[in-house]
Nanobody
Framework: QLQLVESGGDLVQPGGSLRLSCAAS????????IGWFRQAPGKEREGVSC????????NYADSVKGRFTISRDNAKNTVYLQMNSLKPEDTAVYYC??????????????WGQGTQVTVSS
């Protein structure tokens, strides 16, 4: 089943930076639009960003625009989320998933374990 593996989460101070990675095993990512999502305690999972299969189109939630950058390296079969100027409200478990398209809310396959990002002093 199509499942991705997230990594790179950590405890970071407000204003700090992290880079999350989303890797695939057994299949190639470059055929899929890939989305990053997050779920904070007590809240629903929300979309953060998405990148098209070619990397030519991206979108971001308003809450992260100007601070987060999504990118992909199809040669390495990996998608990244560079997170700068982190805020306590960015604290969440972050997930990636293949999407039907970046304009759709539907994902392909199942959710992975996610990676914990904690922003705190």
């Amino acid at each position: 089943q199509l499942q991705l593996v997230e990594s790179g989460g950590d405890l970071v101070q407000p204003g700090g930076s992290l880079r999350l990675s989303c890797a695939a095993s057994g299949f190639t990512l470059n055929s899929y639009d890939i989305g990053w999502f997050r779920q904070a305690p007590g809240k629903e999972r929300e979309g953060v960003s998405c990148i098209s299969s070619s990397g030519g189109r991206t979108n971001y939630a308003d809450s992260v625009k100007g601070r987060f950058t999504i990118s992909r390296d199809n040669a390495k079969n990996t998608v990244y989320l560079q997170m700068n100027s982190l805020k306590p409200e960015d604290t969440a478990v972050y997930y990636c998933a293949a999407k039907v398209s970046c304009s759709s809310s539907l994902i392909i396959g199942s959710w992975g374990q996610g990676t914990q990002v904690t922003v705190s002093s």
